[in-house]
Structures are given as structure tokens and as C-alpha cells.
């Protein structure tokens, strides 16, 4: 089966290629390398030893992705592409609405006219807003509080009418809590340009000295050491979920045809418990200071994962320590990303 991974260059996506060409899918991969690059395909087929088909193409070119689907014989679909910067979003969110809203769109146009009707959708823990209740069930109330959020609500939504317009649609929506690590050849992993908006990012940067020190953003929040609490997740586990998704939507056993799943561990670190796990792991100080509350933080986010296990058979395997040793891993082998050989 040929599956179509849009934004199969990015982070997320280039550790999705890996799973699915090691699980013996064939993939092609759309990705307009605007937040990616292009070296990160090559790693891809440095690791599975396999070629991967690529298309530098956008997802808002209607035509072009008909012309992909068709000739490739695409059957399924695993949607990464977008773009993701929170604080972003309120810049620019027409961006957001355009890359994100219309994007996904149109590619749903293109499956329709193509008569390819299964997608996986990248989707937010970010759309429970402020959590009412924790952890986190895939009934908690949804809102969103920046355009970022608001995107993935309305693809959300957008999926479940089309859904249930048509019983031959089959999508799995997975909300995703804080997704970090790398694979662990050091290979492939994140690689923010600018500034990280992210805490895991950030802390690397200290750690190999790019960045003076990290500002811990609160430390007056109602948790156990006062900073804030997230559900960190390895990316190799992020991934394995989407398998499994893919697996049971393709088996056509899932109880309905759009189903929206959490991909969290169920546990919470607080920024000072990072901060300490990721110098046990490289071995570096991290130098921080307090700063003021960020807007639109919540004090406490983490999944409830029950439903993941029960519908996908799956749960996260991989610990803190293993998501900051990849992590370490990655950078000391690749100290400028992706624009120098790996070492
Ligand atoms: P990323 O930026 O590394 O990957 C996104 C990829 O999509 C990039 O390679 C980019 O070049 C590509 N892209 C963007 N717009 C495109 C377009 N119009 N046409 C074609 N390609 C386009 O981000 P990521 O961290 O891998 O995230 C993947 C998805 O997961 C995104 O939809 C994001 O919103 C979602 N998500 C990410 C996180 C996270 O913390 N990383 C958390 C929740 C959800
Ligand atoms: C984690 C914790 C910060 C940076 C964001 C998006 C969300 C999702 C994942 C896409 C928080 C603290 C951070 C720093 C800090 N993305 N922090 N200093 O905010 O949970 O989620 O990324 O869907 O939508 O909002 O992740 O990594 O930015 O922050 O103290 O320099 O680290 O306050 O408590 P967040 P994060």
C-alpha cells in the first residue's frame, strides 16, 4: 500500500517516513521544505536503506496533488503539513488559515477526486484550551486561545462532517501532547530555525552552549515546584501511534469512521524536572533564571491515554531519559542541524 505523508521532511513527519517504510509501506512524501529541509529525506533513506519517493510540492495546489495521488496510487494519507509556531499565529493568521485551513481543504478535494478517502490528522492537545479536568479524556470540552489552536479545531471539525457525509471516509484525528526526542541514530530529529519557541529545543541550545541560559517561563503556578507540568512524549512513540492508527483504519475494526485519540504518556514533568533530566543526560549545567508567566500557558497538561490502548492497542514506551539521550544524541552529532554532515 502507498501511503502520502505530507510534510514528511519535518520533524514529526520524517520520524513517521522511517516507521512507515520499516512496517514495509510504500510512502510518497509532499513537503514544500518552507519549514524543513531537504537533507532530512536523504537521512530518511540513509536509515531504511530504502529510496523514498518525494514531491516538493504544496498542499494548496489542488491539481498537482490529484496528479500525486494518481500517480503514485495513493491509498491513505498521514497529514503533517502545516504551520505550528503558537506565537506565530497571532502575527500572521492569515497564514495560519491559509497553510492549515485551506490547505487541509484542499487536500481533501484532491482525495475526493482521487477516490482516496483514509487520513490521519496531526491535531493539538492545545485544543482542550484550559483544562477543566486532568488528565485530559478525549470528551474534555474543547476551545482555543490562539489561531494556531483554532486552525486544528476547525480541521477537526471539518473532518467530522466530511465523515459523516459519507460512511466511506475514514479519518483518526490524534492530539498530540509535547512531542520531543529523536531518533535514536542521531540521524534525523528537530531542527528549529531562529529562536526555539519550544522548551525541549530550547534547552539543547543551552546545553551546547548556543544559548546563554533558559528563561523558565513562571514559577508560581499551582504545581508541585511551581513551573509548569507537560505530557512529554518520544517522537518514536508519537509515530508508532500513527501506525497503529493507520492499521486500524485500514482494517476498517475502528468502532466509527473519525475517531480523535490522545498521544500522550499520561505523565507530567514539570520545566525544572526537564531541565534536571536533561543534564543527567548530556552531562552540561543548564543554566536558567525565572521569568514571567508566557500567555496563554496552562499550568497543567497531560493525557489521559485510555483510549489509545483500547482503540489503538498502543501506549508510549519510551521514558524521559530516553527522550533527552536522543535528543543529546541528535545534536551532539548534527551541532548545525541539518546544514552539516552528520558527524
Ligand atoms: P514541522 O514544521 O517540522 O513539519 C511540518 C512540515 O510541513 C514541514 O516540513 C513544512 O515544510 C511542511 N509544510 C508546511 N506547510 C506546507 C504546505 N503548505 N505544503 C507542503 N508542506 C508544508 O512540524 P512538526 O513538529 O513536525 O509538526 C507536524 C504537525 O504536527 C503539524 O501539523 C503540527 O501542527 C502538529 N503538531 C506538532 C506538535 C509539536 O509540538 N511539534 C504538537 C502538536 C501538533
Ligand atoms: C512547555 C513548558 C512553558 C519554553 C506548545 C504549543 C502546543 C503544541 C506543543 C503544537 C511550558 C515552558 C517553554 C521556554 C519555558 N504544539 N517553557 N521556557 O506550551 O506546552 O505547547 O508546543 O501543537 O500547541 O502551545 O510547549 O515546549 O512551548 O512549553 O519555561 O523557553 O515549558 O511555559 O510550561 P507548550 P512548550
Redesign the pocket.
Known sequence: MTVLITGGAGYIGSHCCVAFLQAGYDIVVVDNLSNSNRMSLERIEAITGQKIKCEIADIRNQDNLERILKAHNCEAVVHFAGL?A?GESTQIPLAYYENNVVGTHTLLSAMANSGVKQMIF?????VYGEPQFLPLTEDHPTSAV?P??RT?LMIEEMLRDVAASDPQWRFGILR????VGAHHSGQIGENPLGI?????P?ITQVADGRREQ?????ND?ETRDG????DYIHVTDLVEGHLRAHEVLASGSARSNCFAVNLGTGNGY??LE?VKAFERASNKEIRFSF?P??D???AE?YANTELAEELLDWKAERDLDAMCRDTWNWVCKNPRGYEAPST
Not at 496531526?122 to 492545545?126: D, I, L
Open positions: 505550528k503558537v496531526s491535531s493539538s492537545a492545545t490562539n494556531y489552536g486544528k498530540y501532547f509535547n512531542p526555539p519557541n519550544n522548551l525541549m530550547f533558559l528563561a523558565v517561563f513562571g503556578y513551573t509548569g507540568v507537560r514539570s520545566v526537564m521569568a508567566r508566557r496563554g500557558d496552562v497538561c
